[in-house]
């Protein structure tokens, strides 16, 4: 029986890529109810392998192989950024679900494609904006929502990423650079908490990494959009300030808000020593231990059909996202202010 005509009560996951996000998700799926990662694929077969032997996953010869594998209900694709489109469009059609790290895809071209794959297909697609589940951002979204801070003006984020560990993060076809790649978070933030963008101009450049100075791709840049709701947001992205994490700044008429996730990790837990080897005081990393587990808890239960998806956004809100770092790669290309609806 294919895989897509089992009736699921859990989830079965195949991780293709054994990279650095992938290690993430493994931790994560440690805390998953009802889904489970238990293959994995890499062509780097040492990566692979590393992965298999220290969570007891079987070993997959190839991306391929893992489609054709109908014991598997759903594919985690942890790749460089160039593979996301024809890899997503590829498990659709195989009938499998998608988890798809962000962005999207590098053109909208390709965006456009995974849009209508998805389109055509029964199967759940998700992104990687594990921002949509760590508190207190979605808390924050409902706030907004509910006009607790009356009509909006401005907002400011800073965004720091890892620093990359290959040459394919810079390489403009193959990762995008600092916009395309990491500022792509808070690309699909703003544009959840504040509406469609109107115009976007960026200043920034390479000043550390040799790697960004070699393909000509920033390492740091400043973002600021204009959205069509009137709200300016200002967003510095760095992939060399080292401080981790994100900070955003909401202003409204009515209030304002501020999300520190560099300085305030707000939940301090403490649990009773009844065997238990958490015992004691725990500070969990909001974005590590509620974000990316977050949103791999909401990708199994809307697959078993438990939540409705809003959440996560859809293909269509991934494409924006893209399309907003598109143009604001584009103002650092050209030296000016670009457009939105052209
Ligand atoms: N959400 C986040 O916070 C976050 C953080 C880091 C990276 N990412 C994203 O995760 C993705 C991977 O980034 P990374 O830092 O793990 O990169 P990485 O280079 O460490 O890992 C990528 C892995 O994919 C493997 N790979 C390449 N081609 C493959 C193929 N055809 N099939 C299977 N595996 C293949 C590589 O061998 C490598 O092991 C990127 O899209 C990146 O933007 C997201």
């Known amino acids: ?15 293709i890529g054994a990279g650095r996000i992938a290690k993430v998700h493994a931790a994560a799926y440690d805390r998953i109810a009802r889904g489970s990662i238990v293959a994995v694929t890499d062509p780097v077969i040492e990566a692979a392998q590393a992965m298999s032997k220290e969570h007891g996953y079987a070993l997959a010869p190839s991306f391929t192989d893992l489609l054709h594998d109908d014991s598997i209900d759903a594919v985690l ?13 590829q498990a659709l059609e195989a009938g499998k679900h998608v988890f798809c790290q962000k962005p999207i895809s590098l053109t909208l071209e390709d965006a456009n494609r995974v849009v209508a794959a998805a389109a055509a297909s029964d199967r759940i697609l998700q992104f990687g904006f594990m921002l949509r589940f760590t508190p207190p951002i979605p808390q924050l979204q409902q706030r907004i929502e509910r006009g607790e801070l009356g009509p909006l003006i401005a907002a400011q984020a800073a965004v720091f990423g890892w620093e990359p560990s290959s040459d394919w993060f810079y390489d403009p076809k193959n990762g995008g650079g600092v916009i395309l790649d990491t500022l792509v978070h808070f690309g699909d933030l703003v544009l959840w908490l504040f509406g469609p963008a109107e115009r976007v101009t960026t200043e920034g450049g390479a000043y550390k990494l040799e ?3 070699r393909f000509g791709s920033p390492d740091n840049a400043v973002v600021t959009i204009r959205h069509k709701s009137g709200v300016v947001s200002s967003m510095y992205v760095s992939w060399t300030a080292g401080r981790g994490n994100f900070t955003l700044d909401v202003f409204g008429n009515d209030g304002s808000a501020t999300v520190d996730l560099v300085h305030s990790q707000a939940l301090n837990l ?10 004691g005081w725990q500070y969990p990393d909001l974005v590590w231990d509620y974000g990316y587990a977050g949103e791999q ?4 239960d809307h697959i078993l059909g438990r939540v409705d998806g809003a959440r996560a956004g859809t293909a269509g809100q991934a494409r924006d996202a893209l399309a907003l770092m598109l143009a604001a790669q584009e103002s650092l290309d050209v030296g000016h202010t670009v457009e939105l609806d052209r």
């Not at 029986?1 to 991780?15: H, K």
Request: proline share 2%.
């Open 1 to 15: 029986m294919a895989n897509n005509e089992r009736s699921l009560d859990t989830v079965r996951v195949g991780l």
């Open 77 to 89: 694709l942890a790749t460089p950024n160039f593979l996301h489109a024809d890899q997503t469009i």
């Open 211 to 213: 790697g960004a100075k």
């Open 270 to 279: 403490f649990i009773a020593d009844k065997g238990r080897e958490d015992a």
């Open 297 to 300: 808890q909401y990708f199994v």
